[in-house]
């Protein structure tokens, strides 16, 4: 994989975990089930173990320092941004139920 791919992997797993933490936090909802989240949380702590240099680099890195995957419920799910974007999914999901 290049920089780039690690970079926008990276990202999105960050965001995807955070936004499905408020969800799953706050909302008190899911959305995804458990496995999916593992499987994402896994994803991300390999890609930041095995490239810490990029890691480093990517939207919430000292947030995620330290992740190991089992939780996501000491991260910073409460920014406004992730809740906009937490609220729009449930919003378009209950839009095509």
């Not at 999916?36 to 990517?58: N, Y």
């Not at 320092?65 to 996501?72: H, L, Q, W």
Request: aromatic letters at 12%.
């Amino acid at each position: 994989m290049d920089t780039g791919v690690i970079y926008s992997r990276i990202k999105q797993r960050r965001y995807q975990i955070l936004v499905h933490s408020y969800i799953y936090y706050q909302r008190m909802t899911s959305i995804i089930d458990d496995a999916t989240f593992d499987r994402w949380s896994r994803e991300l702590v390999q890609l930041q173990e095995r490239h810490p240099d990029i890691a480093d680099t990517v939207d919430f890195a000292k947030e995620f320092k330290g992740f190991d995957g089992t939780t996501g419920f000491d991260l910073p799910y409460g920014l406004p941004r992730i809740q906009m974007i937490g609220n729009n999914l449930l919003s378009s999901r209950r839009d095509i139920v």
